[in-house]
């Protein structure tokens, strides 16, 4: 409700039945159907995030925004999409060694523990007017 300024659970409900956002919410939820019923909790999303669920939500819906047309007056020289790629983002992998840790960046804090992590890059479709959307390759 924060991220959409909303007011009212119903309002929510109608923001969150489009339908790969409803689709998705509905499977993770554990709940059959493909549309939430209405003030269905988050609460067991938030429980379990599933591992990449988020970054197949986050293509779906650029996805959504593509094929719907929604970005055509966004497009470089009127025929195609700028994609860039953002190195500037980085994977947490957290204080304690495995072997995923094994090579990667490290920064030792001022309590002694060690943290580790990886640096990462992103591609992002790009406007002119400044809209980054992620997007998966």
Known sequence: MFVYRLSARRQIHFRLNVPPVAAY????AGQGGHRRPPGAPLAPLRARPPPGGLGALRTEMVRSLLVARRLERF???????????????????????????????????????????????EAKLVTRSGLALSVEI
């Open 75 to 121: 497009r470089l020289l009127g025929s195609d999409y700028l994609v860039t790629l953002d190195g500037s983002g980085h994977l947490a992998l957290g204080d304690s060694p495995s072997a995923f840790t094994e090579g990667a960046l490290t920064q030792t804090l001022a309590d002694g523990r060690t943290l580790y992590y990886r640096m990462v890059l």
């Open 25 to 28: 919410l509905a499977r993770e």
